[in-house]
């Protein structure tokens, strides 16, 4: 309350209510990117599954017989011939073919990169959690001392 710019309790609390608003816009934020990691990483092991899978199957004369997707809850029977190309769907309707080598190794890579952003998103919700927890205890401290020195203050006028 002494440091300048804090002339009432009011511009204090409003300035403490403006950092509690943009905590909790970080944090829903930060939820999101959470939520499409933690869905990211199972694809992400489950195509690199497919590429163990179909680089031991390559190296046989036997075509793999397997279903693919075509749109929700259809899927439809596929021949594949053994093959060392792979497609792979990068996002923005973007997909590249890569060896099945430099695919495993990508999604290695991919797998890596969003498992480590997923354990620094948890670091920063926690950080953001104890932000939180100081501002909500900040502003609870400045509405009882400017109670407290209402009804210090609240005698005097009485008396005169």
Known sequence: ???????????????????Y???KFMELNLAQKKRRL???????RQTLHILKYMQKKKETTKPLETR?????????????LPTDKVCLWLGANVMLEYDIDEARALLEKNHCTA????????EDLDFL???FTT??????RVYNWDVKRRNRDEPTKAKV
């Open 115 to 122: 498992t480590s952003n997923l354990e620094s998103l948890e």
């Open 38 to 44: 933690k869905s990211q990483i199972p694809e992400i």
């Open 21 to 23: 608003q943009k905590y």
């Open 1 to 19: 309350m002494k440091q300048p710019g804090n002339e009432s309790v009011d511009i204090v609390l409003k300035k403490l209510d403006e950092q």
């Open 135 to 140: 501002t909500e205890v900040n502003m609870a």
């Open 68 to 80: 693919f997707l075509l749109a929700d809850n259809l899927y439809c029977k596929a021949s594949v």
């Open 129 to 131: 959690r104890d932000q």
